[in-house]
């Protein structure tokens, strides 16, 4: 008997990464605008940006993204009461099915933002991240199958961005973080930045036991409820930095640490700088 091999056609496929950024921007962050003849994606994860391409100009909140093709002229700049976090990524592509993607603007499900995570993550543990004079340089020891890793990420990402916006059958795996008792106590936390709760006080709005929750969270998370917690608070602090409206005291006092010196502490501890560092280094 013969067997066929049946060749595997590629929808899209990425060629190279041309750089990769995720960039925390300032209330008064202003890029006036380039254009290059590759692709970019420009995702928002938190916060609020408007990029204005040719001439639209759109008005892009946290989980949405946008792509400009190539030559393109585009532009980015924060919105001042709400100072984004966002990622950029550049890429050559030859796939003829890009055209989808021509002015495209949307917002990505919690399935697609894993791509995301994972793109960012195999970047850190892959290249110099964050990159130094623009270029992509490989760690000493990079990650086994990083770079491929990257590629194939971003690849699912666009071909679940066109099943799922043109309206076609979308099926992917849930990302872990979709656990549905997991991701209820992460509402829950996201909802308390601004207060100091305990295990107790999660038990109690998801109605399970201590050691159950303490045992879950961490084992999909990665880290501990109160790590989880803080390491919110760490971001949101560093919005509120980047709107340059409060003092670092008040910061400290709004997100309920006991004192501003225990507060730059476990700031330093998170973000491996000071709150001032920080100010500082914000664009």
Not at 78 to 91: A, C
Request: aromatic share 10%.
């Amino acid at each position: 008997m013969g067997y066929l091999k049946h060749r595997i056609s590629d929808t899209v496929k990425i060629n190279s990464i041309v750089t990769m950024y995720y960039n925390e921007f300032g209330g008064d962050f202003v890029f006036s605008g380039e254009r290059h003849n590759f692709w970019e994606a420009v995702y928002v994860d938190k916060g609020t940006a408007i990029v204005e391409a040719d001439e639209k100009s759109l008005r892009l909140s946290q989980g949405s993204i946008v792509f400009h093709k190539p030559n393109e002229f585009h532009a980015i700049r924060s919105e001042k009461d709400d100072p984004p976090n966002v990622v950029v990524i550049t890429f050559t592509t030859n796939s003829a099915a890009m055209s989808y993607f021509d002015g495209f603007s949307g917002s990505l499900t919690k399935d697609m933002r894993h791509h995301v995570k994972e793109i960012l993550k195999n970047a850190a543990e892959t290249f110099v991240f964050p990159m130094k004079d623009g270029k992509l340089q490989l760690l000493p020891s990079p990650a086994i199958g990083g770079e491929q890793m990257i590629k194939t990420h971003l690849e699912q990402l666009l071909i679940e961005l066109m099943r799922h916006t043109s309206g076609g059958e979308y099926s992917t795996s849930r990302d872990i973080i979709d656990n549905k008792i997991v991701s209820n106590c992460i509402d829950f936390l996201e909802k308390n930045i601004y207060r100091n709760v305990n295990i107790n006080d999660l038990c109690r709005s998801t109605n399970y036991s201590r050691t159950y929750i303490c045992t879950l969270f961490k084992k999909l998370t990665g880290k501990t409820v109160l790590e989880y917690h803080t390491a919110l608070k760490i971001e949101e602090a560093k919005t509120l930095i980047r709107k340059n409206v409060y003092t670092c005291a008040e910061i400290s006092d709004m997100l309920g640490f006991n004192t501003p010196t225990y507060f730059t502490h476990v700031f330093k501890k998170n973000a491996n700088m000071t709150p001032t560092e920080y100010k500082n280094s914000v664009k």
